[in-house]
């Protein structure tokens, strides 16, 4: 482990009543039940009818035309779904853990935005167009934005209503220069007008591939830190009383959260709100613990992600919404109810 478990935290899990561990445990369980049928109505439901039958047909018998659809196309992107959803909803928990900001995630903080204006440079002008190439551009967007939203944010002075307004501004910024880019380059427009609102539909085995690696070690590295985190969300004199290396804890979260979202981004481009939604919906039932926090938000991510995927291929039928704007559309009032309850509860 990265540092023991504070006193603190052992005295309660010591005292905590075994109802409430075993709830958390079982919660966690049927977590994974609806993340299962939640993949399954993704490979069943699509922008093309098919009926049950035809859907097992083409899962393990038919190569043909119903296996081009079924594997080739939804399998594909329920499995990059449940990958990169499982890395928004961690990057996002250990973001609001590590700024002490509930209302953190990577797309608030302007992480997605830059790791999207990195990819669109590379694509644009330096002809980079494979995954494996651009992804570095991606980590390098994603981890220079949130060094830069920290120090406008006050660095260690900083407070979640100033982390907020800088990554929003940076955002706002990085934005108008993807639409800048995309305007005046049609070669460019083309290519990256899905990819920019946020997307499943491109997802194929290579993609899959070669994003895996860097996700599977975002993913151990964020798990392993929720003890450390545990201790840095209690605040820094407290932190310090009880041995956490507050320096190496806050590298390594921001190392996690920019592997993760980079990724991420990199694969199916930037989808907001994911990251802020779910961690907030977990702490309510599993409390301030990130060692329960974490695997929830690993869990219980997929599942929005997927649910908004399979809802946009219902309602535009037979066309289909990109996933990045049913999460938007989501979580735009959500995002406004999270302010106002938290603006009610300190006056």
Request: glycine share 10%; net charge positive.
């Amino acid at each position: 482990m990265l540092v023991d478990s504070p006193p603190e935290e052992r005295a309660e899990h010591a005292s905590a009543p075994p109802t409430r561990r075993t709830a958390r445990a079982l919660g966690l369980l049927v977590a994974v039940a609806v993340l299962l049928l939640v993949a399954l109505a993704s490979i069943a439901i699509g922008a093309k009818e098919l009926s049950p039958e035809q859907v097992w047909h083409g899962l393990f018998h038919d190569t043909g035309t119903y296996g081009d659809v079924v594997v080739d196309e939804r399998l594909s992107r329920t499995i990059l779904g449940l990958l990169v959803g499982a890395a928004l909803g961690l990057s996002g928990a250990v973001l609001q853990a590590l700024t002490r900001n509930p209302l953190a995630d990577p797309g608030l903080l302007g992480i997605n935005a830059g790791a999207s204006a990195a990819v669109v440079t590379a694509m644009t002008f330096f002809g980079v167009t494979s995954l494996s190439g651009y992804v570095w551009f991606a980590f390098a967007g994603a981890a220079a934005v949130g060094a830069l939203v920290w120090f406008l944010g006050g660095s260690r002075g900083a407070t979640p209503v100033r982390l907020a307004l800088a990554g929003t501004a940076i955002s706002a910024a990085l934005y108008g220069y993807l639409q800048a880019v995309m305007i005046t380059d049609d070669a460019a427009l083309g290519k990256m007008r899905f990819w920019t609102v946020g997307s499943l539909a491109s997802a194929t085995g290579s993609t899959i591939v070669q994003v895996l690696p860097f996700l599977a070690a975002g993913t151990v590295l964020a798990l392993l830190l929720a003890r450390p985190l545990n201790a840095v969300a209690m605040g820094d004199d407290t932190a310090r009383a009880l041995g956490a290396n507050l320096n190496r804890t806050r590298a390594l979260a921001m190392l996690a959260a920019t592997v993760l979202c980079g990724a991420a981004t990199a694969a199916c481009g930037p989808i907001v709100f994911v990251g802020l939604m779910v961690p907030h919906a977990v702490r309510s039932f599993t409390g301030p613990d990130l060692r329960w926090i974490l695997p929830y938000a690993t869990v219980l991510s997929p599942v929005l992600l997927l649910g908004a995927d399979v809802l946009g291929r219902i309602v535009a039928r037979p066309a289909e919404l990109q996933v990045g704007i049913v999460t938007a559309i989501i979580g735009g009032p959500v995002f406004i109810f999270l302010v106002r309850r938290r603006r009610t509860a300190q006056l």
